[in-house]
Nanobody
């Protein structure tokens, strides 16, 4: 089992920056990839960014060039650095992890609210 705990959400003005953290514990060695999803009210959940075991990263089209996913393996923590924030980035951001063979997102954090004011 893997436990994920997010932190770092909050209220920020448009154009500002915010960094989210996701601390993983438990069976860390079983994690294949970690990522960030977000869901705004009335909208479908959307993949924001993912980092694979080897370090490769992918981003959703709406955040490319503005968000950066990174990790600190010593701290078992993944970060999402968000810049040039827009009101449409307002959502609940959730950290997720796959098992060792990737496939499905088997583990989820509780989510953290990010609100961008105009």
């Amino acid at each position: 089992q893997v436990q994920l705990v997010e932190s770092g959400g909050g209220l920020v003005q448009a154009g500002g920056s915010l960094r989210l953290s996701c601390a993983a514990s438990g069976s860390i060695s079983s994690i294949g990839a970690m990522g960030w999803y977000r869901q705004a009210p009335g909208k479908q959940r959307e993949l924001v960014a993912v980092i694979f075991r080897g370090g490769t990263t992918n981003y959703g089209d709406s955040v490319k060039g503005r968000f950066t996913i990174s990790r600190d393996t010593a701290k078992n923590t993944v970060y999402l650095q968000m810049g040039s924030l827009k009101p449409e980035d307002t959502a609940v951001y959730s950290c997720a992890a796959t098992g060792p063979r990737y496939g499905t997102w088997d583990y989820w954090g509780q989510g953290t609210q990010v609100t961008v004011s105009s």
